[in-house]
T-cell receptor, first 117, second 116 residues
Framework: DTGVSQDPRHKITKRGQNVTFRCDPI?????LYWYRQTLGQGPEFLTY????????KSRLLSDRFSAERPKGSFSTLEIQRTEQGDSAMYLC???????????????FGPGTRLTVT | AQKVTQAQTEISVVEKEDVTLDCVYE???????LFWYKQPPSGELVFLIR??????QNEISGRYSWNFQKSTSSFNFTITASQVVDSAVYFC?????????????FGSGTQLTVLP
């Protein structure tokens, strides 16, 4: 049994470049979340998928950010034209809502640390 | 809108001391969930506990215990006989039942340092 995995773990890029991160959730989980965490702060919600459908996006997710979950399994988060303010840890989490609708806890991956120079 | 406040930015204790981490939340929902996560230096968030708003029973798991009080909107976390391995950032989080995302709203975290 594997947990949530993310790739790469670290990414250094120059301002203006595009970057893409990948998240592989726990296999039976139908919900996938992206969060961003800056130094000294708690994670902040970016977006959420239920299966392949992106159902909610935070106001933090500017039009330079796009996320996909094409087959309801892994997800990608792309940032276009990166800015120094995008430097943060990008966390992916997955959870499951079993029948009955009881909220399941979210399990987090190790994160991708992005540094924009 | 939901909000979680962890007023203690940093706490330092000596090994074997008990320590309580405070968490105060705000929500308009009557049904919600509260969580605690641990983030060790490696960076990965580790789930510790989930409570729903209808269950105010305190919970104990080994050296960990949680005190949920709806009257004061608090969900405090106590580590008994702390150990060096408990050193980490601890986050309290809230998830409301309204809306489909059920995303977590985190506090800013409390850095706990346990000294040998």
């Amino acid at each position: 049994d594997t947990g949530v995995s993310q790739d790469p773990r670290h990414k250094i890029t120059k301002r203006g470049q595009n970057v893409t991160f990948r998240c592989d959730p726990i296999s039976e989980h139908n919900r996938l979340y992206w969060y961003r965490q800056t130094l000294g702060q708690g994670p902040e919600f970016l977006t959420y998928f239920q299966n392949e459908a992106q159902l909610e996006k935070s106001r933090l997710l500017s039009d330079r950010f796009s996320a996909e979950r094409p087959k309801g399994s892994f997800s990608t988060l792309e940032i276009q034209r990166t800015e120094q303010g995008d430097s943060a840890m990008y966390l992916c989490a997955s959870s499951n809502i079993p029948s009955g609708g009881i909220l399941g806890e979210q399990y987090f991956g190790p994160g991708t640390r992005l540094t924009v120079t | 809108a939901q909000k979680v406040t962890q007023a203690q930015t940093e706490i330092s204790v000596v090994e074997k001391e008990d320590v309580t981490l405070d968490c105060v939340y705000e929500t308009r929902d009557t049904t919600y969930y509260l969580f605690w996560y641990k983030q060790p230096p490696s960076g990965e968030l580790v789930f510790l506990i989930r409570r729903n708003s209808f269950d105010e029973q305190n919970e104990i798991s080994g050296r960990y215990s949680w005190n949920f009080q709806k009257s004061t909107s608090s969900f405090n976390f106590t580590i008994t006989a702390s150990q060096v391995v408990d050193s980490a950032v601890y986050f309290c989080a809230l998830s409301e039942s309204s809306g489909s995302a059920r995303q977590l709203t985190f506090g800013s975290g409390t850095q706990l340092t346990v000294l040998p």
